[in-house]
């Protein structure tokens, strides 16, 4: 009978103790405190609707002023100064407070219960990360967010993640990606009404229906845009806007409409609707305080239209109009709006003959679009798609892990309290060896899994980088067709024998253009293992023409192309396109990589069966521990040009590969700050 006693005393007691250990082990996963959202968040609406940042201090000041603050209190107070900054620094500027919110409601382990303040942080966060360029991060943080959405199942709060979405696919130039989670978010306004303040909802709608219209504006489907632009304005005339929001902010809004849809009827050539939408937009923005940049949005729209239907004194009266606007200190405006501004000025001067003023619009143009080009490349070159299922693999891996550690503090429990029980600790046993093993498994699926986006990654990349150098080597050639084939449709008073030699350099640039993009579009890199279609070329022919052709570089830098040989004509076997991309490779190379006003020497000359061609400038060399490596594709010895030039690391190696596909050589001689000689030596017959 004591034996019975003692051991359901022992029973009572560990039963008890399993009690209290599961009662200690919630606690680290309880809720320590009930907030009153309700209150917050009249505080909170209230500050989005007067923006009366010295209430807002006056309540923050009123909780720090508490001893002990409770948990609540403490989130509450992080997040009013989190949406403080938030609010006068343009939603960037305000990292440190939405980190700090991050940290701390993590650390107390209070996700699930203040999941909307944690994700309005993270995606204010990612914000950042997006305009300091951080895109991969961006991202991740965006997606960190829209699972803790998923877990809370709030789809309501989804129009954020959404938001995010098409801004990134928008800003990446791909609309046809945008327009889905543009429809999504105004699906979600109209269904979750009442869950957000109407003035939150009448400024977001009207915004989302114009970036909608935008984006069929930009595919070219005008239609859509118009039926976008006016539902837009439409749903900012109605009593339920005019009863929101300030009688101002509706206009100006109201100008961006009209200005955008006068935008979309003039690129569907309906001139007099494109005109008075045009008009209207301009009557409401060019007023002190109102939008400067639609504005002059609206002017250089409105200067097209009158560009086309000839009328060339209403054109030219709008855009010296502009013109003092946006080189003027007191008007913000954008490096689009200038490159606009320049295009059409341009096309204003080539269509009343006047040559010369068309050439410096035109050098302004091409130097501002460049540097808005290379802006855009960062976002563009990003592989959106592939980032969200690697984020996607890499959230699920944390949680299972999450999961895991959780359910090891359950067992390791049980085995510290039940010992004794033999019955349990071979059932605990049990589990642990199976869980072990399926740990296992998920560690080697997981390695798989990162093998396999690490090769898909390198594909990526090596598309990206073939992708800039077929850009690359387009632009002078087609810069050269451009300005030649302007010059030949306008000007009448051209000599013939010229004109037939512009033409003979416009078939030669346009001919080889298109080789290079057939070989770059097959991605094929290896030119030496292809064969080649051999023929007669005239070397000495060849070599001037590429000369010729890359004058206009080599002006830019007040360079010149010095052709010295004491050969008047000279055939050999090979292939035209190959060659002329050989020899152009090297001859930007050493405009490139020389100073300014240094002269490039080109010689040509036979040496027994073979002909040597060299390139010789007075650049900054190759420095020793690099020399080894110039050839190599994708070469880590890549630098910038003189003028800062952008360089890809493909040129050489492609320059290798079609001399060894001809069955010659090439070498270098280089001496850091003199200067570098390249040398190729061809067979005249390719046997």
């Not at 510290?416 to 399926?438: A, C, D, E, H, P």
């Not at 980088?465 to 084939?485: C, E, F, N, Q, T």
């Not at 090439?666 to 390719?686: A, D, Q, Y």
Request: glycine share 4%.
């Amino acid at each position: 009978m004591c034996r019975v006693r003692n051991f359901n005393t022992y029973f009572f007691q560990t039963s008890l103790l399993i009690v209290l250990l599961f009662g200690a082990i919630s606690c680290n996963y309880r809720i320590k405190s009930t907030p009153n959202f309700k209150e917050q968040e009249l505080v909170i609406n209230n500050f989005y609707k007067t923006s009366d940042t010295n209430n807002l201090n006056k309540i923050i000041d009123s909780i720090n002023n508490i001893k002990d603050r409770s948990v609540d209190e403490e989130v509450f107070v992080n997040y009013l100064d989190f949406l403080k900054y938030t609010y006068n620094d343009y939603y960037y500027g305000n990292f440190p407070q939405a980190s700090k919110l991050v940290d701390y409601i993590e650390e107390n382990k209070l996700v699930n219960t203040y999941y909307k303040y944690y994700t309005d942080a993270l995606f204010s966060k990612g914000d950042y990360y997006f305009v300091t360029s951080k895109f991969d991060d961006a991202l991740k943080t965006y997606i960190a967010a829209k699972n803790i959405l998923d877990i809370q199942n709030d789809t309501c709060a989804y129009n954020t993640y959404y938001n995010k979405m098409w801004n990134f696919y928008y800003y990446k130039n791909e609309y046809e990606k945008a327009i889905p989670y543009l429809k999504e978010y105004l699906l979600k306004e109209e269904s979750c009404k009442g869950q957000t303040a109407t003035f939150l909802v009448a400024n977001r709608v009207q915004s989302r229906l114009n970036t909608l219209a935008l984006c069929y504006e930009k595919l070219g489907k005008y239609d859509s845009a118009i039926y976008y632009y006016k539902r837009g304005i439409n749903f900012l005339q109605s009593s339920f806007v005019n009863n929101t929001l300030p009688p101002k902010r509706v206009e100006l809004a109201l100008g961006i409409f009209y200005g955008n849809l006068g935008g979309s009827f003039a690129y569907s050539k309906q001139t007099d609707s494109a005109i008075y939408y045009l008009k209207k937009s301009i009557k409401i923005n060019d007023q002190p305080g109102y939008d400067t940049i639609d504005v002059q949005t609206a002017y250089l729209k409105l200067a097209d239209v009158y560009l086309n239907k000839k009328e060339f004194a209403k054109a030219k009266e709008i855009l010296n109009y502009t013109s003092n606007s946006i080189n003027s200190t007191t008007h913000p405006t954008t490096g689009t709006t200038r490159v606009k501004y320049y295009l059409l000025d341009y096309n204003y001067y080539i269509q009343t003959n006047q040559y010369e003023q068309a050439i410096k619009a035109y050098t302004q143009f091409f130097k501002i679009q460049d540097s808005v080009s290379k802006e855009n490349n960062k976002i563009n070159n990003f592989s959106l798609s592939k980032e969200v299922d690697n984020i996607k693999n890499e959230f699920l891996l944390k949680e299972v892990e999450k999961k895991n550690e959780i359910k090891n503090i359950y067992i390791y429990s049980f085995l510290s309290t039940l010992v004794f029980l033999m019955g349990l600790t071979f059932f605990i046993y049990r589990y642990g060896k199976q869980n072990k093993k399926t740990a296992n498994q998920a560690k080697l699926h997981n390695l798989e899994l990162q093998n396999t986006l690490q090769e898909l990654e390198l594909s990526n990349k090596n598309y990206v980088r073939v992708m800039r150098v077929m850009a690359h080597d387009l632009r002078s050639p087609l810069a050269g067709i451009s300005g030649i084939a302007n010059i030949l449709i306008t000007d009448n008073q051209m000599q013939i024998p010229e004109r037939k030699e512009m033409v003979k350099l416009i078939q030669t640039s346009c001919t080889n253009s298109l080789e290079m993009i057939d070989e770059l579009m097959q991605t094929s890199t290896s030119i030496g293992t292809q064969k080649l279609n051999l023929q007669l070329i005239d070397i000495v022919a060849l070599l001037k023409d590429c000369i010729k052709l890359l004058q206009f570089k080599a002006l830019e830098k007040q360079q010149t192309l010095n052709f010295r040989t004491t050969l008047i004509h000279h055939t050999i076997q090979g292939n035209n396109e190959k060659l002329w991309r050989l020899f152009s490779n090297l001859i930007v190379n050493a405009i490139k990589f020389s100073n300014v006003n240094k002269p490039i020497n080109i010689y040509l000359e036979q040496v027994d069966e073979n002909m040597l061609i060299k390139i010789q400038d007075q650049g900054i060399g190759i420095p020793e521990k690099n020399k080894e490596k110039v050839f190599e594709m994708f070469t880590a010895a890549k630098r910038k040009g003189t003028n800062g030039e952008q360089t890809y690391g493909l040129g050489l190696h492609i320059c290798k590969q079609i001399t060894l596909a001809h069955k010659g050589k090439i070498w270098f001689e280089s001496v850091e700050g003199v200067g570098t000689t390249f040398f190729v030596l061809l067979p005249i017959e390719n046997v």
